[in-house]
């Protein structure tokens, strides 16, 4: 059985997990944050918890980052990343992805779901990145070239999300009991 207690510790243990790999050397969007996400939505069907895993790791890790490590790109103190309803809204749907499409809770569902996540992301945040962008005149050519633009973004997002879909999947599955009887992936 997983207790409530269970269940604010493994919310703990995956936002810190999540947080970490946004400060260690990695290549750009190769973070554990969309597996969080997809975690999330698996392993909690019903209700929100889910949707916080990723919103806080998020969230913590971009005070952190705006306000130490990338301060002087800022006036001030910053409460939000420029253009984080994009990135919020690709992580929660990122969540119904784990919540809908890895209801098989098979290896290939989690691979599926990492990459299908990944592409969601890029979808998303590259129109952010477009829309109202005066770096991107505001027509199709521009949408395209921001597209074009985010592609090696895509392609680390995808890689990291799998990566990091496989350890958390992986360790729950091994180390967890009570998850090894919910997740069957064989």
């Not at 207690?5 to 999540?18: G, Q, S």
């Not at 895993?53 to 890790?61: K, M, T």
């Not at 962008?133 to 995808?158: E, I």
Request: net charge positive.
């Amino acid at each position: 059985m997983i207790t409530m207690k269970n269940k604010v510790l493994l919310a703990c243990t995956l936002v810190l997990a999540a947080m970490t790999t946004r400060f260690i050397p990695h290549w750009p969007n190769f973070t554990a944050v969309g597996a969080v996400a997809l975690f999330g939505g698996a392993f909690f069907k019903k209700g929100y918890w889910g949707f916080i895993f990723p919103a806080a790791a998020l969230y913590l890790s971009d005070l952190l980052l705006n306000n130490l490590v990338l301060a002087e790109y800022y006036e001030g103190f910053q409460w939000f990343t420029p253009g984080f309803y994009y990135m919020y809204a690709a992580f929660f749907l990122t969540v119904l992805i784990g919540r809908y499409a890895i209801n098989s809770h098979k290896i290939a569902g989690i691979f599926g779901g990492g990459l299908s996540s990944a592409l969601v992301f890029y979808l998303i945040t590259n129109f952010g990145a477009w829309l109202g962008n005066p770096a991107y005149p505001q027509n199709l050519g521009g949408l395209v070239t921001s597209y074009m633009a985010g592609l090696p973004f895509l392609t680390y997002q995808a890689l990291g999300t799998v990566f990091y879909s496989a350890l958390i999947f992986g360790a729950a599955y091994a180390f967890w009991p009570a998850f090894r009887k919910n997740l069957k992936l064989a």
